[in-house]
């Protein structure tokens, strides 16, 4: 009973000895019971805190990884082919073959003063836009035709073959005919319907343009394979 009643005193003491020491000390720093309360609860919430930066860093990643640079290379197609959702256009299967300015598919040489020309008048060219024929009854000169496998063409040409659903294609050379075309069955998609008019101009314009910039290097690349 006298061991317990000794601890007893010693805590007493103890306590009496803190209060004493905490309010000497209060007394000469100005510091106050609340502010050491407030200073423990703030020790208490760090882990909180470290937590919440943890997921401000993942919201972080998270905006990075939705951000419009991100988005626009994970969403930016990969070949012109691509490009949009064609579905959206009229439709039409025809029959596509390939031509070129030479001999063999005009009967003209080059040196004959018309060798090049279209029926539209404007030079066969093979771009991003390209010239294809077609018959004006059905695709009038200047109608805008997205082929896959081909890209863009402008009817600027008609052909004495070329009657009903056929289109004739333009490539530069006979070589490039047969390796890279041939003869399909293929599904266009009708961009733009033509007036029954169109210029070299226009057909620079159309592959001028700035959305389509996108895609020269993967057409300068095939046709250099």
């Known amino acids: 009973m006298a061991f317990v009643k000794t601890q007893i005193q010693r805590l007493a003491l103890t306590v009496l000895f803190a209060v004493a020491l905490f309010t000497t000390y209060s007394h000469i720093s100005n510091i106050k019971a609340d502010d050491l309360l407030e200073w423990w609860n703030d020790y208490r919430a760090v882990p909180a805190v470290e937590e919440s930066h943890h997921g401000m860093a993942d919201e972080l990643v998270s905006l990075e990884a939705n951000s419009p640079m991100s988005l626009q290379m994970e969403s930016s197609p990969a070949t012109i082919d691509d490009a949009e959702d064609w579905s959206n256009y009229p439709v039409k299967e025809v029959v596509a073959t390939g031509y070129t300015a030479g001999y063999e598919s005009t009967g003209k040489t080059e040196d004959h003063p018309e060798y090049g020309i279209t029926y539209s008048g404007a030079k066969v060219k093979r771009d991003l836009y390209s010239t294809i024929a077609a018959d004006p009854e059905v695709f009038p000169l200047g109608t805008i035709l997205f082929i896959p496998g081909y890209g863009y ?23 490039d005919v047969y390796d890279l075309w041939g003869k399909k069955s293929v599904e266009v998609f009708v961009i733009e319907e033509g007036n029954g008019y169109i210029t070299d101009e226009d057909i620079k314009k159309l592959n001028e343009a700035e959305e389509v910039q996108t895609y020269r290097e993967e057409f300068t690349s095939l046709q250099a394979s």
């Open 153 to 175: 063409g402008v009817v600027a040409d008609t052909g004495s073959a070329i009657k009903g659903d056929k289109i004739d294609l333009y490539f530069d050379t006979v070589k």
